[in-house]
C-alpha cells in the first residue's frame, strides 16, 4: 500500500497518459458499448453486484440530485457511497464514503490490481474509475450507494449496475453528437438506465420526451412518477445558512419552509426530484424520516463534499461560479443572475470545443462585460475564437491568457456593488478553485 503523495500522483499521471478521458480529449475517449467495463468487473469478481444503489442520470441537475440524496441517506445513519464525474481539483473526489473521498493509498493499490487488465482491455479513464469506485464501495460494505452516470445511460459504463431506484432529473441538448440530434433520441439514451421492475423517477415532465419514459417503463414494468406532477417548489429567500423553499404536495402545502444549502432558484426541481425519489424509496420499506431529509439537505456540501453549484466565493463584490456548460443550465443560472441585486454584471467565461455554442450566445446578457480565457484542458476553446464569436453576437470582452488571470482583470473592474460570474463550463471553475 502507498503512504505518500508522490505515489499516489505518480499514479494518476499514469491514468491520464495511459486511458482515453473524456474531460481532456472529448469524442475520442467515449465507449459505445460495455464490454471492457463488464470485463473489469468480472476480474474484480463483479463488486457492482455487492452493494444497493440508486442510478441517477440527466442532462442537467444529476450531480446536484445526487450529492442531495447522499446527504439524506448519510443524516439517516446509513454508510453512503457516492459515485460522480468529473472532479474539480481532485480525481478523488468522483469517490467518496459519507462525504470522505477515497484514500491515495485505495487508488494506488487499486490501479495496480487492474494494471494487467489495462493494458489487454484498454479501458477508458471513466471506465477504470467506475470498476475502481464499485470495488471500494463493495469492499467498504456500504449500505447504499449513489451512482451519477457520466454520460447518457444505455451505454454509460456505470449501466452495469441493477439498482433498487433509477432517477432521470431532465432532459436537455448536450453532447448532440454522441446521444443523438434531438431530444427524443437523447432521452432515449437516457431511458436506457430504467431495469425491468426497479422504479424511475423522472425529474421534469417535458412533453417531447414523456412519452419515452412512459414507453420504456411500460415495456419494463417499472413504476413511473414526474416529480414536477408531485411537487412545487418556490423561492422563499435567501438566509445565512442557505435557500428557503415553500413546499407544495399535490396541492397540499408543507408548512414548515424547508432549507437547503445549495444556492441557486435552478436547484428548486432538484429538490422535488429528492423528495419524490424518498417517498418511492419509503414505499420500499427505506426508513427516512422527515428530520432525516430535512438535515440532509441543509447540509449537503459540508456532508458530501460537492462544489461548482451557485458556489459563492466572495462578496463585495458578490463572486459566484457555476459549472453551468449546456443550454439550459446556462439558461436557469442566467435566470439567478437577473434576480441577483448588482450594479454591474462581470462575467468569466471558457468553453471546451465540442459544444454548440449556437445555442448559448443567445442566452447571456448583452449588458455584462466579458473575460474570456481558454479552459486548461485539450478540449479547451480558444479564448480568441469565444471573444470572436461573442463579438458576432454583441457581447463585449478581453481575452486573458489564464482563468485566473481574467478573474484578477475582473475583480480589478469590479465596484463591490458588481457581480462576477465565472461560467461555461466546469472547468471555468476548477481553474479558479
Not at 45 to 61: C, D, L, Q, R, Y
Not at 196 to 223: C, D, H, M, Y
Not at 242 to 264: A, F, H, K, N
Request: net charge negative; glycine share 8%; hydrophobic share 40%.
Amino acid at each position: 500500500m502507498c503512504n505518500t503523495a508522490g505515489e499516489y500522483a505518480r499514479t494518476l499521471e499514469f491514468l491520464y497518459d495511459r486511458l482515453p478521458m473524456f474531460q481532456r480529449i472529448g469524442a475520442a475517449a467515449y465507449r459505445n458499448d460495455l464490454s471492457r467495463i463488464r470485463a473489469l468487473a468480472a476480474h474484480l469478481g463483479h463488486p457492482e453486484k455487492k452493494f444497493v444503489s440508486v442510478h441517477i442520470a440527466g442532462t442537467n441537475g444529476k450531480g446536484s440530485v445526487s450529492h442531495m440524496l447522499a446527504s439524506v441517506f448519510q443524516a439517516s445513519g446509513r454508510k453512503t457511497g457516492l459515485y460522480t464525474s468529473p472532479h474539480l481539483k481532485d480525481f478523488r473526489e468522483r469517490i467518496r464514503i459519507d462525504g470522505h473521498m477515497i484514500p491515495m493509498e485505495q487508488v494506488v493499490d487499486m490501479t495496480r490490481r487492474l494494471r494487467d487488465d489495462l493494458e489487454q482491455q484498454e479501458p477508458s479513464f471513466f471506465e477504470m474509475t467506475v470498476a475502481m469506485a464499485f470495488q471500494y464501495f463493495a469492499e467498504q460494505s456500504v449500505d447504499v450507494a449513489i451512482v451519477e452516470t457520466g454520460l447518457g445511460g444505455r451505454l454509460d459504463a456505470t449501466n452495469i449496475i441493477h439498482p433498487i431506484l433509477s432517477v432521470i432529473t431532465n432532459i436537455s441538448w448536450d453532447h448532440a453528437d454522441l446521444l443523438g440530434p434531438t431530444l427524443t433520441d437523447i432521452a432515449r439514451e437516457k431511458a436506457g438506465i430504467i431495469k425491468a421492475g426497479v422504479p424511475v423517477v423522472v425529474g421534469e415532465f417535458q412533453e417531447e420526451t414523456a412519452s419515452i419514459f412512459q414507453q420504456v417503463a411500460n415495456e419494463k414494468r417499472s413504476l413511473l412518477q414526474f416529480a414536477s406532477q408531485k411537487y412545487q417548489i418556490s423561492s422563499m429567500g435567501e438566509g445565512s445558512e442557505g435557500s428557503i423553499w415553500q413546499v407544495v404536495r399535490l396541492g397540499r402545502s408543507i408548512e414548515t419552509p424547508l432549507l437547503c444549502d445549495l444556492r441557486g432558484h435552478y436547484q428548486s426541481k432538484n429538490i422535488a426530484t429528492v423528495l419524490t425519489a424518498v417517498e418511492v424509496l419509503r414505499g420500499m420499506g427505506w426508513e427516512i424520516s422527515e428530520d432525516n431529509v430535512r438535515t440532509g439537505l441543509s447540509r449537503v456540501q459540508s456532508s458530501t463534499g460537492l462544489m461548482g453549484r451557485w458556489m459563492v466565493l466572495g462578496r463585495d463584490p458578490l463572486v459566484v461560479a457555476d459549472t453551468a456548460h449546456n443550454e439550459a443550465g446556462i439558461r436557469a443560472v442566467m435566470e439567478q443572475v437577473l434576480h441577483s441585486p448588482h450594479i454591474k454584471l462581470h462575467i468569466v467565461w471558457s468553453m471546451v470545443t465540442d459544444k454548440d455554442r449556437s445555442r448559448i450566445w443567445s442566452l447571456l446578457p448583452k449588458n455584462a462585460t466579458y473575460y474570456f480565457a481558454r479552459a486548461d484542458v485539450p478540449r479547451g476553446l480558444d479564448a480568441e475564437i469565444l471573444c470572436q464569436e461573442a463579438e458576432a453576437a454583441e457581447l463585449n470582452g478581453s481575452t486573458y491568457s489564464s482563468l485566473s488571470h481574467a478573474l484578477e482583470a475582473a475583480r480589478g473592474s469590479a465596484n463591490p456593488d458588481d457581480f462576477i460570474l465565472i461560467s461555461g463550463s466546469t472547468f471555468s471553475v476548477a481553474g479558479i478553485l
